[in-house]
T-cell receptor, first 115, second 114 residues
Framework: AQKVTQAQTEISVVEKEDVTLDCVYETRDTTYYLFWYKQPPSGELVFLIR??????QNEISGRYSWNFQKSTSSFNFTITASQVVDSAVYFCALSEGSGTYKYIFGTGTRLKVLA | GAGVSQSPSNKVTEKGKDVELRCDPISGHTALYWYRQRLGQGLEFLIY????????KSGLPSDRFSAERTGESVSTLTIQRTQQEDSAVYLC????????????FGSGTRLTVV
C-alpha cells in the first residue's frame, strides 16, 4: 500500500535557523515520484520540487535543499537560514507509476518561523 | 487562464442542501483533479479527469458526490444532501499530462455545512 508519513505536525524556529522537514513514504512500485508543496496562509498550494525514483541526487535551490534516500524511503526537505515568509504548511506527496497522476499526500508539517 | 480558478471561494450551506463547486483549469491542461482537505489534515484524492472522462473516481466518498467535466475545460463537483462531515476545503488542480512541474492548484472552495 502507498503511504506518506510526515511525523512532525508543527515546528517552530527562530529566523535564520536551519530546519529540516521529514517525509517517509511507502510504495511497492519501482517507478514513482515524490513531491513537496508549500501551502501558505492564503491556501493555494505551491509546487516546490518533483523527484523520480531513479534519481537519487540531492537538489539545492537557493535556501532549499532536498535529500532523497531510497534505502530509508525518505525525502527530507531542508530550509537554510529560514525566514518569516517560509511560514506555511508543507506537504510531501507520492505518485506511483509512470506519469503524474493521483497523489498520496502526507498530513503536512506546519512551520512557524519567528522573527 | 493564468491559473486554476475555483468558485465560490467560500460556501456556507445548510445540512441536506445540494452544492456545486466549480473549477476552471489552466487552458490546455488535459488532466484535472479534485482533492478534499479537512481541517488540519492532508489532501484526499477524490477524482481524476483526463479530457472529459474520469478514469479514476475511486476517491469519491459516497454516491452523494459526483463530478463532471465538459469541453475539456470546466469541471463541476456536486455534493447532494450535504452532511456536516462534508465541511472541508475542496481543491482543484490541473496539469499537462506528463508535466514535470506537477499539478497547479487552485485556491480552493471552503465549504461549511451548518
Amino acid at each position: 500500500a502507498q503511504k506518506v508519513t510526515q511525523a512532525q505536525t508543527e515546528i517552530s524556529v527562530v529566523e535564520k535557523e536551519d530546519v529540516t522537514l521529514d517525509c517517509v513514504y511507502e510504495t511497492r512500485d519501482t517507478t514513482y515520484y515524490l513531491f513537496w508543496y508549500k501551502q501558505p496562509p492564503s491556501g493555494e498550494l505551491v509546487f516546490l520540487i518533483r523527484r523520480n525514483s531513479f534519481d537519487e541526487q540531492n537538489e539545492i535551490s537557493g535556501r532549499y535543499s532536498w535529500n532523497f534516500q531510497k534505502s530509508t524511503s525518505s525525502f527530507n526537505f531542508t530550509i537554510t537560514a529560514s525566514q518569516v515568509v517560509d511560514s506555511a504548511v508543507y506537504f510531501c506527496a507520492l505518485s506511483e507509476g509512470s506519469g503524474t497522476y493521483k497523489y498520496i499526500f502526507g498530513t503536512g508539517t506546519r512551520l512557524k518561523v519567528l522573527a | 487562464g493564468a491559473g486554476v480558478s475555483q468558485s465560490p471561494s467560500n460556501k456556507v450551506t445548510e445540512k441536506g442542501k445540494d452544492v456545486e463547486l466549480r473549477c476552471d483549469p489552466i487552458s490546455g491542461h488535459t488532466a484535472l483533479y479534485w482533492y478534499r482537505q479537512r481541517l488540519g489534515q492532508g489532501l484526499e484524492f477524490l477524482i481524476y479527469f483526463q479530457g472529459n472522462s474520469a478514469p479514476d473516481k475511486s476517491g469519491l466518498p459516497s454516491d452523494r458526490f459526483s463530478a463532471e467535466r465538459t469541453g475539456e475545460s470546466v469541471s463541476t463537483l456536486t455534493i447532494q444532501r450535504t452532511q456536516q462531515e462534508d465541511s472541508a476545503v475542496y481543491l482543484c488542480a490541473s496539469s499537462l499530462q506528463g508535466d514535470y512541474y506537477g499539478y497547479t492548484f487552485g485556491s480552493g472552495t471552503r465549504l461549511t455545512v451548518v
